[in-house]
């Protein structure tokens, strides 16, 4: 296996009585997209939210690049290289698409901020390299809350990119965007997570999708990491079949 980038050892999350994620350990090795799939409440959600520390483990570990980052505050996560989409929590609704990203590359500390050269064109090629990447650059002067949701998500992940991870933690990328866009939205990032060797971790719910994607599968059930393999074992997996592809649908 490749290096790893990531590494969770033991991860125990509580709220309250509830056991939200029961001693989880996996790794992803570099350059590689994993998915992670489960029934609603397994534990995805915690589980990336652990791992980028928006939610502190009750117990277990994070190591990012040979680097225990447990308990690290998030926006030093974020430095260090590892960011995970929102679901458009992150986008500035009052601000234009230019705006948002210069946000998101002025808090990476890439570039200093002044007042004068904000109101001229700061960082515009940079901003509108990113918004191309994802197919939105025709709309760099919209406001950001009025642009349709498939466009909320792309701008979302350019956000994402304007912080240049190099580990990308997508939760459901694919959700309330039409299947082409879904697949369009996947072609992207299937497409940036090879060309600058990011790695990538996506929650995803359409097995379509998954099995499409993913070149590697873990799968969440009731809080524990059940299994973790190619495609093709995760296909052969008994509780996947079951909850997935035997008609008896997890959602
Ligand atoms: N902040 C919280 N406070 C209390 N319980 C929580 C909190 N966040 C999650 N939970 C509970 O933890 C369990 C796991 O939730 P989580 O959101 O991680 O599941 P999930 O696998 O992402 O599900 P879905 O596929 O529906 O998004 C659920 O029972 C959920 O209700
Ligand atoms: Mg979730």
Same mark, same amino acid.
């Given at each position: ?96 698409? *230019? ?22 064109? *700061? ?129």
């Amino acid at each position: 296996m490749a290096n790893p980038i990531l590494k969770v050892e033991g991860l125990n999350r509580y709220f309250g009585a509830l056991h939200a994620t029961k001693d989880v350990s996996f790794e992803v090795p570099e350059g590689q997209i994993r998915s992670i799939i489960g029934p609603n409440g397994a534990g995805k959600s915690t589980l990336m939210d652990l791992i980028c520390n928006r939610t502190a483990p009750s117990s277990g570990k994070v190591i990012f690049k040979d680097e225990d980052i447990t308990g690290l505050a998030p926006h030093k996560i974020v430095k260090k290289g590892m960011c995970k989409c929102f679901q458009i929590t992150q986008i500035f609704h009052n601000l234009t698409v *230019y705006e948002n990203v210069q946000v998101s590359r002025i808090n990476m500390n890439k570039k200093a901020f002044n007042f004068l050269s904000v109101r001229d064109n *700061y960082l515009k090629d940079e901003i509108e390299h990113y918004l191309s990447i994802v197919g939105i650059q025709d709309k760099i002067n919209e406001v950001a809350g009025f642009m349709s949701y498939g466009d909320q998500r792309r701008l979302d992940i350019a956000i994402a990119l304007a912080m240049e991870p190099t580990l990308l933690i997508l939760d459901e990328p694919a959700a309330g965007v039409a299947r082409e866009e879904a697949y369009k939205l996947m072609d992207l990032i299937h497409k940036l997570g090879k060309e600058q060797k990011m790695t990538i971790m996506f929650i995803e719910h359409d097995m379509d999708i998954v099995f499409n994607y993913a070149e590697s599968i873990s799968v969440m059930s009731n809080g524990s990491m059940i299994a973790t393999g190619t495609p093709a074992e995760i296909k052969q997996n008994a509780f996947v079949q079951e909850a997935y592809l035997g008609g008896v649908s997890g959602e």
